[in-house]
């Protein structure tokens, strides 16, 4: 590639411009994005290297011992932006930083620059430099690579393409150099470095707006996920319960699962409020929350319905499993201690229980809404037995289960959804 001087130096120039565009641009959406760790850590890093490109170009047009070591100075910013950038993505994606190994690597990368220089060898730290660039972004490509998650792929091949293309602008760089050999180098620097300019003042451009969309989308998969979230609890609201409620049900009654429903409800809880305030309201919701999250499996569904009204959907759960799970939930909760700030406090709370078979289902003779409204009766039969208690809607499928007929009150006229008339089974003392 022969260039030159006006169009070398309008190339430089225009890369010199890109990167600062690109510094403002990751600057702004490190300003909008400041929740997200990836833009702080991707503005610093494009300034290591805009920093250290220029300083190394400078210093490479000039001798003397002040301006070799600023060259070998300029080199190290150069390539620990570079590396920032691979650690930003890397950090973005949850993952820890690696900044020892990166400080290691441009620390004896600088040390070998200035054993060229001080010997006279500028050829060899050229090659050198050209070497350890390419390897830092080939490493930035690996993270990109092995960061990949469902919804992100095509972000994160761009980015590995990206850092492809800029890892092959300082291999040709290097090979450019290497050709010329140690006599004739100076005559082929400039073709070296057009071709580097060249290659990055497209791959930057593309690497940037990557960085942008993938923050773009991180932030809209947060939205989503707070529009279907209480930000309190972080169960489901309604809109993401009966979304997701709703797919759960079809997809049980296709794998021939049963469902069981759980309501929960903290017992006396406007006393809680009206004695020790809301904030302390919250601790408690957010203590039943937390005790729920780690009682359920992955595939179970969580939603608070309302005020202290929570819900479990629980596919796959026969009746005695639903039994077990429940009580156990409601005596952890019944025995933990919440801290509100000046003494512990603890709660109880009532729990409705109802119960659908795979037969029910796939036959449609019950749906989420019967399930819901039964469990609502059972919860409120709870309430009135004395709170801090398990009640299951006797549906002739609970009552013809195994569980101890003492469980179940006796029936005698027919309900509403086919079943005998609303029963309740006790599986802890009024208090």
Known sequence: MNLGAPQYWGLLLAMMLLSLIVLGLLALLRRVAADQPGPEVWTRALAWVVLGMGLAGVAALHTGTAWRIAYAFGSGLLLLGIGLLGEGLRRFQGQRMRMRGVLTVVAAAVSVILVFEAGGRSFGSLLWVSAVAALMWLNVGWVAWHS?????????????????????????????????????????????????????????????????????????????????????????????????????????????????????????????????????????????????????????????????????????????????????????????????????????????????????????????????????????????AGRNRLRFYASPEVVSSRLDSRLFATTSAPSDFGASRPAWGNSSAGR
């Open 148 to 384: 990949m998650r469902p919804g992100f792929l095509a972000i994160h091949l761009g980015l590995l393409l990206s850092a492809l293309v800029l890892a092959a602008g300082w291999i040709t760089r290097g090979a450019v150099l290497a050709q010329a050999g140690p006599q004739h180098w100076r005559d082929a620097l400039p073709e070296a470095n057009a071709w580097l300019l060249m290659l990055s003042f497209v791959a930057s451009g593309t690497l940037a707006l990557l960085f942008v969309l993938l923050v773009n989308f991180r932030l809209a998969e947060k939205l989503r996920a707070e529009a279907v979230r209480d930000p309190l609890t972080g169960a489901l609201n309604r809109r993401g319960f009966e979304d997701r409620s709703s797919r759960l049900m079809a997809l049980s009654a296709q794998l021939g699962q049963s469902v069981t429903v759980l309501v929960l409800d903290i017992d006396h809880f406007k006393n809680v409020n009206d004695q020790h305030g809301h904030q302390v309201g919250d601790r408690v919701l957010k203590a039943l929350s937390a005790l729920v999250h780690r009682a359920k499996r992955e595939t179970d569904l969580f939603a608070r319905l309302g005020g202290e009204e929570f819900c479990l959907v629980l596919p796959g759960t026969d009746v005695p499993g639903a039994r077990v799970f429940a009580e156990r939930l409601r005596h952890s909760f019944e025995v933990l201690e919440i801290d509100t700030g000046s003494r512990f406090l603890r709660c109880t709370m009532s729990i409705g229980v109802a119960y659908a078979s795979a037969a029910m289902l796939q036959s449609r003779r019950v749906d989420l809404v019967d399930l819901l409204h039964q469990a609502d009766e059972a919860l409120y039969e709870a309430k009135r």
